[in-house]
């Protein structure tokens, strides 16, 4: 089985896309808010790693690769929808257990997004080294006061969120369609990409809205000391794959 997505979509549509989202959270509570509470007990648990081996400061970059890895992560909700609107019955062993129609690619794709976060985590302490030297990593109260009140801390600030900001519409741009379409049907990983390139292209408006939707919706559930990720999180990945389908031909 092939697919393709068309190259026109409404200025309107993300809205649409999150309105059906939300009635997948509120079709199905129990499974959504479970998803989004496991999403943020692994948060939890490497935020806990990082304070215990004293570089707290590094949940700055991990708060950006919650956004750069949340195609991969968002896949059971993938399934929850599609089992939905499929009329299909959904539990959560559906959810946490899914099966992919290209399960060689998207692993393959996985790596890559993995790859590109680990990257991004190494430019940040680049970028630490940079602007503060050869220092090691101040706890997080230090740190916070450094980087908003000094001048090295406020380059490294601005730096990071450029590059940051480039990293994440190239990883948006190639996975914006391409997660949902590897896990939907038997196709490559680099068709995949291509179609979400080419779509993300010619539709600058439409997708442009959807990325600031998600940026915006993630950044609130991070900035409410992750709590609001529980619905954050479902609410986004259900709202991708019904942007998948809205797209596919």
């Known amino acids: 089985m092939t697919a393709h997505v068309e190259r026109q979509l409404r200025l ?10 939300w009635n997948d959270v509120l079709a199905m509570p129990r499974i959504s808010l479970t998803y989004g509470a496991v999403f943020l007990a692994q948060i939890i648990i490497v935020s806990l790693g990082l304070v215990y081996f004293e570089i707290s400061a590094l949940v700055f970059p991990l708060a950006g690769g919650v956004i750069l890895l949340g195609p991969m992560l ?4 993938y399934e929850a929808s599609r089992r939905l609107h499929a009329g299909e019955s959904v539990r959560l062993s559906d959810v946490f257990i899914v099966t992919s129609q290209s399960p060689g690619q998207l692993a393959f794709f996985g790596v890559l997004l993995f790859l ?7 430019i940040a302490t680049l970028l630490f080294a940079l602007c503060f030297g050869q220092v090691a990593i101040p706890p997080m109260e230090t740190f916070l006061s450094d ?3 000094t001048t090295p ?9 450029i590059i940051g900001a480039a990293i994440a519409m ?14 939907d049907v038997d196709v490559d990983v680099f068709t995949a990409i291509s179609e979400s390139v080419n779509t993300v292209r010619n539709n600058p408006g439409p997708m442009l809205l959807w990325a600031w939707l998600i940026l915006v919706i993630m950044g609130a559930g991070l900035a409410t ?4 990720l529980i619905i954050a ?14 797209a596919v031909a």
């Open 153 to 161: 801390g406020l380059t490294m600030l601005i730096l990071g969120t």
């Open 12 to 21: 309107d549509q993300p809205w649409q896309w999150l309105a059906e989202g």
């Open 233 to 246: 999180f479902p609410l986004i990945g259900h709202a991708t794959w019904h942007a998948y389908k809205s």
């Open 170 to 183: 190239v990883i948006f741009t190639i996975s914006a369609f391409s997660v949902p379409m590897l896990f």
């Open 147 to 149: 980087l908003l009140l």
């Open 225 to 228: 000391a992750g709590i609001g």
């Open 116 to 122: 590109i976060f680990l990257a991004w985590v190494r």
């Open 74 to 77: 968002a896949a059971g909700l």
